[in-house]
């Protein structure tokens, strides 16, 4: 296997390995190094290439994550298309524990992340209305719904800065605004894919209610241990999934992710 690949998958908490026979290289960035090595397979005949997030060990808090580097390795690597699921909670009573979201919108609470990588002499604009690839996005809702898996087939992300969890005050204005679901990763991660014309989908899990539900006293408040539990009983059926949008990722991209930087930069 030579060390180009198609597809990236960028795994989150509790998501840190994927293939079989896999071939793991250390690749270096000019902003530093990836959470980790990379795991290299195949699947049908796309190569591709695996990141834990956090590092396997989940040695990265959220904050501390070099999403720059993350993103470049993948780069560098050939790799034009990326999945990034992750756990999250929800915000909404009708999004449940266990239901998958299929991102369309972000909003950033995050700070001081580095964000970009156009920090001058060149100046970019990527465009941020269509934040995801509406092309692995209609490929993901298509296979979750033929596999029958809880879906929502669009949702609001609000990316908080972490590493603590919400206050119920905080939780109240997100769910008030009507966005569906909170984590901490989505941001930056997903601009810097398409800084870099690369097409991203996020795949969201749901594993608890953030703060708990106005009106159910017995849903307790998220903790860490409480994402792995329900993430850990669903891992095999996002895997399941992921493996599945990969196999139907057709070779040519039919979006505009990859003809960003034509209009977005700037003398
Ligand atoms: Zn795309």
Not at 28 to 46: F, M, N, Q, R, V
Not at 58 to 78: C, D, E, S, T, V
Request: charged content about 25%; glycine content about 8%.
């Amino acid at each position: 296997m030579d060390l180009k690949a198609d597809i990236g998958v960028i795994g989150g908490t509790g998501f840190y390995a994927f293939l079989d026979d896999v071939k793991e290289i250390t690749v270096e960035t000019p902003y530093g190094a990836p959470s980790d090595k990379i795991a290299l397979a195949k699947i049908g005949d796309k190569t591709v290439a695996f990141l834990p997030r956090h590092g396997k060990d989940h040695r990265f808090p959220p904050h501390m994550i070099n999403y720059r580097a993350n993103i470049y390795a993948l780069k560098q690597l050939g790799v034009t298309r990326i999945l990034g699921p992750c756990a999250s909670g929800s915000l909404q009573p009708h999004v449940k524990p266990g239901d998958f979201v299929i991102c369309d919108q972000f909003v950033n609470r995050t700070w001081g992340r580095k964000d970009t990588f156009y920090d001058g002499p060149i100046t970019t604009h990527i465009g941020g209305a269509e934040p995801y690839c509406p092309e692995l996005r209609k490929i993901a809702i298509e296979v979750a719904k033929e596999k029958g898996l809880p879906l929502h087939e669009r949702g609001t992300v609000v990316v908080v800065q972490g590493p603590r969890f919400s206050t119920k005050a905080e939780s109240r204005e997100f769910s008030s605004h009507g966005w569906e679901v909170i984590n901490m990763t989505q941001y930056p991660e997903v601009v810097l894919a398409r800084e870099l014309e690369i097409c991203y989908a996020n795949i969201t899990l749901v594993t608890d209610y953030d703060v708990g539900l106005e009106g159910h006293p017995d849903i307790e408040p998220v903790s860490h241990e409480m994402v792995l539990k329900v993430f850990n009983e669903n891992l095999e059926k996002l895997k399941d999934l992921i493996y599945t949008i990969i196999e139907r990722i057709p070779k040519e991209r039919h979006c505009r992710c990859g003809e960003e930087l034509k209009t977005a930069r700037m003398g």
